[in-house]
């Protein structure tokens, strides 16, 4: 069973900076793509970033596009999310989120293309 864990969440200024990380258990996560979603208050949930299951290709919401860095280290299971010059509207709860096949998606975009999530975990930016 695939189990994705969230961590390194919490409160910051505008313009700090966030690591987030996603610890990923089950399967061979080396050969799957991954991406991380957020979901504000009174809002759908939204893409941010994803990456392939080699990490050479990246993916980014424009809003995001120059601040935030995806990033995944295959030995160790893990992917991170990267966020510098954080800004209130990047005040989200966080998902981690894996496909049900392993190889290239069709659409990294689109939260239906990922089957497992982890539980979220909160970032807040004060302004």
């Known amino acids: 069973q695939v189990q994705l864990e969230e961590s390194g969440g919490g409160l910051v200024q505008t313009g700090g900076s966030l690591r987030l990380s996603c610890a990923a258990s089950?399967?061979?996560?080396?050969?799957?793509?991954m991406a991380w979603f957020r979901q504000a208050p009174g809002k759908e949930r939204e893409f941010v970033a994803a990456i392939n299951w080699h990490g050479s290709s990246t993916y980014y919401r424009d809003s995001v596009k120059g601040r935030f860095t995806i990033s995944r280290d295959n030995a160790e299971n893990m992917v991170y999310l990267q966020m510098n010059s954080l800004r209130p509207e990047d005040t989200a709860v966080y998902y981690c989120?894996?496909?049900?096949?392993?190889?290239?998606?069709?659409?990294?975009?689109?939260?239906?293309?990922?089957?497992?999530w982890g539980q979220g975990i909160q970032v807040t930016v004060s302004s």
């Open positions: 989120a894996a496909p049900p096949d392993m190889g290239i998606l069709v659409d990294y975009f689109s939260g239906s293309s990922y089957t497992y």
């Open positions: 089950g399967r061979t996560f080396r050969n799957y793509a």
